[in-house]
């Protein structure tokens, strides 16, 4: 299994900053992608930013030059650099991870999920 603890939610006014933290943890093998994604209240769920194991990025349009997703792979921890919030960006943000996990010789594929952040943007 793999365990995704999130930090760094909160609120903040219009314009500001939050930077949001991931670290993965737990019997993986190897992480391929992670990635960033909201959901605000009546809204379905939708991906915010991406990261693969090659550092290629992938961004939602509607925060592009705003946001910007990086990771630590000794760490194994993804980080999600919001500037410039606007109330639109208020949303539960929850992070994703696809690895591989390790059991004695065996690798399994998954997706996990981390328990999610509350990020409040005031307008």
């Known amino acids: 299994q793999v365990q995704l603890v999130e930090s760094g939610g909160g609120l903040v006014q219009a314009g500001g900053s939050l930077r949001l933290s991931c670290a993965a943890s737990g019997s993986i093998f190897r992480i391929n992608a992670m990635g960033w994604y909201r959901q605000a209240p009546g809204k379905q769920r939708e991906l915010v930013a991406g990261?693969?194991?090659?550092?290629?990025?992938d961004y939602a349009d509607s925060v592009k030059g705003r946001f910007t997703i990086s990771r630590d792979t000794a760490t194994g921890t993804v980080y999600l650099q919001m500037n410039s919030l606007k109330s639109d960006d208020t949303a539960v943000y929850s992070c994703?991870?696809?690895?591989?996990?390790?059991?004695?010789?065996?690798?399994?594929?998954?997706?996990?999920w981390g328990q999610g952040t509350q990020v409040t943007v005031s307008s």
């Open positions: 994703n991870a696809e690895a591989l996990t390790a059991y004695g010789s065996g690798r399994y594929p998954g997706n996990y």
């Open positions: 990261i693969t194991g090659d550092g290629v990025t």
